[in-house]
């Protein structure tokens, strides 16, 4: 079965108001930082030698925060430290996260020579004004920009980022956002419906009731777009989130979502393994400096760990599977038949996969926990 390697680095220019992912604002002049986290990671990645001992990683995937604020020279370093330390299959898909007004022909060339042959870019959204709101510091210009200098540097597998379901958001606009991005011409878009974390300044507005979110009825409106604009040119939905021209699926991606095996180096990244024949998940410190510490004693940075039971795994492949497009095998015709009647609204079924429906697309989350629950109890 294929496994991941994740890297994550957590530096950006400034916090997004919905981003609840581990990252620090950095301005010039952190190089020092930077250096001690590379080293780190390194340490880190020496550490589980002999846990990933005769494995060959599928992908790498170099994620963040904005990996494209690294040095190009110590971006290099970092690769080159990870290849010397775990095997990587001939193949494998190395994708790099980038925002566009940090992408520049230096670190690109610097990714290129290291292996990367996958770009993610953040663009968010076709409207300078949506941006600004959202708090990112490129233009509609820079994705632009940043998709060309990507492609003239022979970079083509590119990925676009975009998010929906803000306030005061249309229809009109997301419609045009979405033809916006499809005329880019990337092999991949992710669109991820906004989601209100805590800890985030759009929790505080929305706690404030300085602004609110659509309803209910207009988040599926949007959802209807993004179908009928994304298939219509071309890509296919092959997760919720998620559309690409067909061949160019994430697979790094695709590796959480099969349940696969995969490993997580820097602060706040998780890993998902196999540790004297039982599974386990940990995930790192969020914090920098506390990671830099630990790292520098070798010392694991973990700050949670859990091996995983029966009820949680089952939990954990049904909320995962569902969310394919090729639909969560269950195994058995029967068991599949029984979920489809009891939940006829929400799943179809093909042999023994349970696949979801547009209305099921809607409430995967809670339908998950039902239908584990029922996976469980059957009778």
Same mark, same amino acid.
């Given at each position: 079965?294929?496994?991941?390697?994740?890297?994550?680095?957590?530096?950006?220019?400034?916090?997004?108001?919905?981003?609840?992912?581990?990252?620090?604002?950095?301005?010039?002049?952190?190089? =020092?930082?930077?250096?001690?986290?590379?080293?780190?990671?390194?340490?880190?990645?020496?550490?589980?030698?002999?846990?990933?001992?005769?494995?060959?990683?599928?992908?790498?995937?170099?994620?963040?925060?904005?990996?494209?604020?690294?040095?190009?020279?110590?971006?290099?370093?970092?690769?080159?430290?990870?290849?010397?330390?775990?095997?990587?299959?001939?193949?494998?898909?190395?994708?790099?996260?980038?925002?566009?007004?940090?992408?520049?022909?230096?670190?690109?060339?610097?990714?290129?020579?290291?292996?990367?042959?996958? #770009?993610?870019?953040?663009?968010?959204?076709?409207?300078?004004?949506?941006?600004?709101?959202?708090?990112?510091?490129?233009?509609?210009?820079?994705?632009?920009?940043?998709?060309?200098?990507?492609?003239?540097?022979?970079?083509?597998?590119?990925?676009?980022?975009?998010?929906?379901?803000?306030?005061?958001?249309?229809?009109?606009?997301?419609?045009?956002?979405?033809?916006?991005?499809?005329?880019?011409?990337?092999?991949?878009?992710?669109?991820?419906? #906004?989601?209100?974390?805590?800890?985030?300044?759009?929790?505080?507005?929305?706690?404030?009731?300085?602004?609110?979110?659509?309803?209910?009825?207009?988040?599926?409106?949007?959802?209807?777009?993004?179908?009928?604009?994304?298939?219509?040119?071309?890509?296919?939905?092959?997760?919720?989130?998620?559309?690409?021209?067909?061949?160019?699926?994430?697979?790094?991606?695709?590796?959480?979502?099969?349940?696969?095996?995969?490993?997580?180096?820097?602060?706040?990244?998780?890993?998902?393994?196999?540790?004297?024949?039982?599974?386990?998940?940990?995930?790192?410190?969020?914090?920098?400096?506390?990671?830099?510490?630990?790292?520098?004693?070798?010392?694991?940075?973990?700050?949670? =760990?859990?091996? #995983?039971?029966?009820?949680?795994?089952?939990?954990?492949?049904?909320?995962?599977?569902?969310?394919?497009?090729?639909?969560?095998?269950?195994?058995?015709?029967?068991?599949? =038949?029984?979920?489809?009647?009891?939940?006829? =609204?929400?799943?179809?079924?093909?042999?023994?996969?349970?696949?979801?429906?547009?209305?099921?697309?809607?409430?995967?989350?809670?339908?998950?926990?039902?239908?584990?629950?029922?996976?469980?109890?059957?009778?």
């Amino acid at each position: 079965m294929p496994k991941g390697l994740y890297v994550h680095i957590p530096f950006c220019t400034s916090k997004c108001m919905y981003c609840a992912f581990y990252s620090i604002p950095v301005g010039t002049g952190d190089d =020092e930082l930077y250096r001690q986290y590379v080293k780190s990671v390194l340490n880190e990645a020496k550490m589980l030698e002999d846990l990933t001992a005769n494995t060959k990683f599928s992908t790498i995937y170099i994620g963040g925060g904005t990996p494209s604020k690294l040095p190009a020279g110590l971006f290099y370093e970092l690769v080159s430290g990870l290849r010397e330390q775990f095997d990587f299959e001939k193949e494998i898909e190395f994708t790099v996260e980038a925002n566009p007004e940090s992408l520049s022909e230096d670190f690109l060339k610097a990714a290129i020579d290291s292996g990367v042959n996958r #770009l993610s870019i953040g663009a968010q959204y076709g409207s300078d004004e949506v941006l600004r709101f959202l708090g990112r510091t490129h233009t509609v210009r820079d994705v632009e920009v940043s998709v060309a200098l990507a492609r003239k540097m022979g970079i083509e597998n590119i990925n676009l980022d975009l998010i929906f379901g803000l306030p005061n958001e249309t229809s009109e606009s997301w419609a045009s956002t979405l033809k916006w991005a499809v005329s880019l011409k990337p092999t991949h878009i992710s669109t991820y419906s #906004l989601t209100v974390e805590e800890n985030t300044k759009l929790k505080m507005l929305i706690n404030e009731g300085r602004i609110d979110l659509p309803s209910v009825e207009r988040i599926v409106e949007l959802f209807r777009i993004r179908e009928d604009i994304l298939t219509s040119s071309g890509y296919r939905r092959y997760e919720i989130s998620n559309f690409a021209i067909p061949g160019h699926e994430s697979r790094h991606n695709l590796i959480y979502w099969r349940w696969h095996k995969y490993i997580g180096l820097g602060a706040s990244a998780s890993s998902f393994w196999i540790v004297d024949y039982e599974l386990w998940r940990w995930t790192n410190v969020r914090d920098v400096r506390k990671y830099i510490e630990l790292t520098s004693q070798n010392i694991p940075p973990k700050d949670f =760990e859990e091996n #995983l039971d029966d009820n949680m795994a089952r939990l954990e492949k049904v909320f995962l599977g569902l969310r394919l497009a090729e639909g969560l095998d269950v195994g058995d015709p029967f068991i599949a =038949e029984a979920i489809r009647e009891n939940f006829p =609204e929400f799943v179809e079924i093909e042999g023994t996969k349970i696949k979801l429906t547009f209305k099921g697309m809607l409430v995967a989350d809670h339908l998950a926990i039902d239908i584990a629950d029922f996976l469980e109890n059957p009778d």
